[in-house]
């Protein structure tokens, strides 16, 4: 197991980039000597940011890129141009099998895109799935999909349910993790169009643990390990998480001035508060996978510090060590040939 | 404006029924001389739960129901079969023109049935939608739609844009109501195929304040003033409003009992805390509207006490006082020759 993983690192992403993502890489290698960092952004610059920290120099290597993708861009036309940016380069290391994952916490857009475009797809698999951890009353759920890929059909939830079950199995060791698919009821008969037709494929599956339906207000419980949905439904469900979470957080702290009493009582309260609420923050559960790719591609939060890139590095070797693609591989087209075992 | 409004309330709907329906009745009338209510349920049962109390006699009325539709029956064939239930019986009030409105707490499935089959939509109107309200950090939003027909058209999303701002603007009192469409960007070009190509036709509304896409995360903050959506997606927002916010609430609490300190402290903020979760509990802004019925429908939560059936059947007279339905009619099929002033 002292094999090593390497990873990619887009220096230029996100909104406390370079300084985080370079105090991240630090912390990481620092952290674990099976690491080896590819850091991609214009070359001085990282140098130099680079040259104020101790680390085991073999450890971290900087990859010139001189452009950058911007949030507002669009995707498409982003990665399909801008061939000199750190999250193109980045991945194109990936492509090349000269790294083994791909982290970032730039444009969501542009890495969906890439993963799809420059990374590529596991053979077999219609669509990578975006896939991060959301916090529960029991600890966490992964929620599939949250990507960009709009109006899915049933076989891709499908695909998401088996993908999903394989992550939260062997990266967060959740044994045989129960599977439900969102809906706006507990009955198999209720649904919309694409819920009705996904059902009972979701039944036949052997290879996961389907327990039926999971309504909206039973997620935060934890009443499911794996969140089937398809990816408009998903994103909802993890924005409103964030929104209602956030509004109701700055209520309470409100409330809690409004008199002597309470401005007291808040004082006392305070840090158990404060421990819970961080423990509720989806931003905390670091990098989100985009499953089904020849390789690990993570999307970190836009606002990660140094924690969650670090977080998000070390995550990597997990799902090297895991062999999560080649389980992705087994699971959905296991007819092929092509048991590579490297 | 001392018209009377017509109530027909199902006194048998709703986890407190009849009890709390019954009480609920009694406070309304106490409060307001313009009310008649119609109470559908077994004469005798009724008869003798209203005999405990003083109240102006002429202002309850009880209509006899034998039968009760429980929340787990498929609604469709609840409907057609129990002729005699408490909801049809009620529902068939508001059909004949005796009452004005509906109440009840019962099964949300058969009422959006009921409401679609008995008491019939105004001509010009595809799809009644749930329209309920949702607490947000600037007071209050129209969620639409939360009902059962999911897989909506363009053509449907448009005339809950149109029906939830006359709501908004007559009944809460909000003026020139923004309007927004869930979505998972702000950019005009992003969102499922149903938002791509509803976006441009709202944008083309000249009697609505269409303001563009609102993020599920910007809706607790109260971004928009009706939030418009397909069903599914706004039964998942309304569902995930309450998940989030009792598991986090939960959490908060139990935090609070970690140590003696902040055991003292939750001792001095609970009237503040409990004032704000209060305030931002969906469950509290009492009844949704089915809009663009024959008819004033109202659904109130499951758990309804007698505050909310009071309230929601109040609710009944400004729906009435503000003409709702004809301004409803005038949006929805401004050609029409029947300009009823009834």
């Known amino acids: 197991m002292s094999e090593i993983t390497r990873v990619a690192l887009d220096a230029m992403g996100g909104d406390n980039a370079p300084g985080e993502m370079i105090k991240g890489a630090v912390e990481a290698v620092k952290q674990r000597g099976d690491i080896k960092i590819l850091m991609t952004g214009p070359e001085e610059l990282l140098e130099k940011a680079l040259s104020e920290y101790t680390y085991p120099k073999d450890q971290i290597e900087i990859v010139n890129a001189t452009e950058v993708i911007e949030t507002a861009e669009p995707p498409v036309m982003a990665i399909r141009r801008k061939k000199d940016s750190s999250i193109v380069v980045a991945m194109n290391l990936v492509k090349k099998g000269e790294a083994d994952a791909f982290v970032s916490a730039g444009s ?3 890495i969906l895109v890439g993963g799809q ?5 596991i053979k077999g698999v ?22 960009a890929n709009v109006d899915a059909r049933p076989s891709h939830l499908v695909q998401f349910a088996k993908m999903g079950s394989i992550y939260m199995e062997n990266i967060i ?3 045989n993790p129960t599977v439900g698919i969102v809906n ?29 339906s999971v309504e909206a207000r039973d997620i935060p419980s934890g009443a ?5 949905c398809e990816a408009f439904v998903g994103n909802v469900i993890l924005k409103l998480y964030e929104g209602v979470g956030g509004t109701l957080i700055k209520k309470i702290k409100g409330s809690m001035m409004t008199s002597l009493r309470s401005k007291i009582g808040a004082l006392l309260v305070k840090p158990a508060l404060k421990a819970t609420l961080k423990d509720f923050d989806a931003s905390e559960y670091g990098g989100a996978p985009l499953l089904g790719l020849n390789g690990l591609v993570v999307k970190t ?4 510090t140094s924690k969650e890139v670090c977080n998000s590095i070390i995550q990597c070797v997990t799902f090297k060590e895991q062999r999560i693609n080649e389980k992705i591989r087994d699971v959905i087209s296991p007819a092929q040939e092509e048991k590579k075992e490297d």
Chains 1, 2 share one sequence.
């Open 173 to 175: 060791g959740k044994k």
């Open 126 to 147: 219609e669509r990578p799935p975006l896939a991060p951890l959301i916090p529960t009353a029991k600890g966490v759920s992964l929620l599939i999909d949250c990507g």
């Open 184 to 212: 706006i009821g507990a009955e198999e008969e209720k649904g919309n169009a694409l819920v009705k037709e996904t059902f009972p494929l979701l039944k036949e599956c052997k290879d996961i643990n389907f327990v039926g």
């Open 301 to 304: 939060h836009g606002s990660s």
């Open 108 to 110: 969501s857009g542009a």
């Open 224 to 228: 499911v390990d794996v969140v089937v």
């Open 117 to 121: 475009v420059i990374v590529g797809r």
